[in-house]
């Protein structure tokens, strides 16, 4: 009987431990921090053993494979000694595929993943396909293959699950964009991760399809020097192609094939310049899934916005709080503001991924009347923006409670207070969802 060893005990690692127990694996999970409860009582109900708050060498290296969670850089001193003696590394998502022949649809990109994800799962169940939802979101893509059965998955792919990715194979890949991100995992070489990116599309067939920006410089540059027998099928809002999807004046047209969908800008449920890309994306992988056009419009017009992703949560005194906490980089929160049409309180900050704040200059400059900086160590942001919107108008909090408090103060009848924080959440909070809920409680509690 092989053995698998999974590395990390959170959805992704208790997900893939579960599929091994289901194939008949000696399998056992190792995690150096603490198990939630929740993945304990999970690992107990399947009769998994596992260790918590250590890596027993003896245990782990004993593994005929290691299934290595997204969270675990290559770097950690168990990893090494894993790579060493020649144990293969993969992901949960590689590990998944193996025992999953449901056509998968499958998205990765710096921006816009989750709701281009949520948007195609969301197109999928109004066309009355039988599909499901995992990746990077939702529930853990093995523990649906170990449990459930789909037709189709819509998977959400971060970069660090595409790293242990080898045969892995979408049927439809998508790269939503390409910006500067988790750089720190990629030895400061954007190169690198654009080429972690590009690793969603290395073993697609001629059949398949690749969606992707033709507006973004760096996915265009990167596609240059990659071979691919997928079809290709862009989107842009700079032109017209001749398969895939464009602006033309005042609506969305998608071609493939030789068919042909019109979608009104004007009865996108998203708004701002960045959804019209999520919704082209959503709308391309409808349509080469072979979904009605009436279906693909009433969906887009329908759809309602995720968690945590430009969320509106209440209006208090005639302000609106907005929580966008999953825009943990500049790109992100650059789209979070540039949305925006009224006077903007922004509350940011962090753990800082090596940011250039830079290219928000002109938004802050432009729409920002206040900044509530929301970290451990906020002097980048001061040095960012005081000169832009004056050191009287920015302040420090610890708390999401302090924070939303401090903003309601600045704020007045018809301003927005915009949650989005350019930085990772891991200096004050457990996630970004933690982030945001807290900052959700602390709108309601005003």
């Known amino acids: 009987m092989s053995r698998i060893v999974v590395l990390g005990g959170a959805e992704s690692g208790v997900g893939a431990a579960v599929l091994a127990k289901v194939k008949g694996f000696d399998v056992f999970l190792s995690d150096k921090g603490t198990i939630a409860d929740k993945y304990v009582e999970e690992l107990r109900k399947w009769d998994i053993p596992f260790e918590q708050g250590q890596h027993s060498e003896s245990l782990i290296l004993s593994a005929d494979e290691v299934v ?37 649809i499958c998205i990765t990109g710096s921006n816009g993943k989750t709701t281009t994800t949520s948007l195609i799962y969301y197109l999928l169940q109004q066309a009355g396909l039988n599909v499901g939802l995992g990746g990077n979101i939702g529930k853990s893509y ?21 790293d242990n990715c080898y045969d892995f194979r979408p049927d439809i890949a998508i790269i939503t964009n390409i910006t500067p991100d988790h750089l720190d995992r990629y030895d400061h070489n954007i190169e690198n991760y654009a080429r972690s990116k590009f690793r969603i599309i290395r073993n697609l067939r001629p059949e ?55 979608i ?4 996108l449920a998203l708004g701002g310049k960045h959804n019209v890309y999520n919704s082209m994306a959503a709308a391309l992988a409808a349509k080469a899934s072979g979904i009605d056009n009436a279906v693909i419009r009433e969906s887009l017009r329908s759809f309602k916005a995720i968690e945590h992703r430009l ?54 400059r432009s729409k920002v009347k206040g900044i509530v900086c929301l970290g451990v160590d906020n002097a980048k942001i001061h040095q960012a923006f005081e000169g832009i919107v004056g050191a009287d108008k920015m302040v420090d909090t610890r ?16 301003d927005v207070v915009l949650l989005s924080p350019c930085c990772a959440s891991f200096d004050l909070f457990t996630c970004y969802e933690d982030r945001g809920e807290k900052f959700k409680a602390a709108v309601r509690n005003l």
């Not at 059965?149 to 792919?157: K, N």
């Not at 009104?264 to 009865?267: F, G, P």
């Not at 708390?399 to 018809?414: L, P, T």
């Open 142 to 162: 093995a523990y649906q293959v170990a449990t459930e059965h789909f037709d189709y998955y819509v998977l959400e792919i971060s970069s660090f699950q595409l």
């Open 399 to 414: 708390s999401a409670e302090e924070a939303v408090q401090a903003a309601s103060k600045m704020a007045e009848d018809g």
């Open 208 to 262: 398949d399809c690749f969606i992707f920006d033709s507006d973004d410089e760096i996915t265009i540059n990167h596609l240059d020097k990659i071979i691919t027998q997928a079809k290709k099928l862009p989107f842009t809002q700079k032109g017209e192609v001749q398969q895939g999807a464009f602006l033309q004046n005042d609506k969305i047209v998608v071609r493939y094939e030789k068919d042909e969908c019109d």
């Open 264 to 267: 009104y800008l004007e009865e």
């Open 311 to 364: 969320e509106p949560v209440l209006s208090v005194g005639g302000v609106l709080y907005i929580n966008d906490s999953k825009a943990t980089n500049v790109d992100a929160a650059w789209y979070a503001l540039e949305c925006q049409k009224k006077p903007v309180v922004w509350i940011v900050g962090g753990t800082d991924k090596g940011n250039d704040y830079s290219v928000l200059n002109d938004l802050v």
């Open 68 to 104: 290595k969670s997204p969270g675990i850089p290559s770097t950690v001193p168990m990893v090494r000694k894993i790579e060493e003696k020649g144990i293969h590394i993969i992901s949960e998502i590689e590990f998944a595929g193996r025992y999953d022949n449901a056509r998968k």
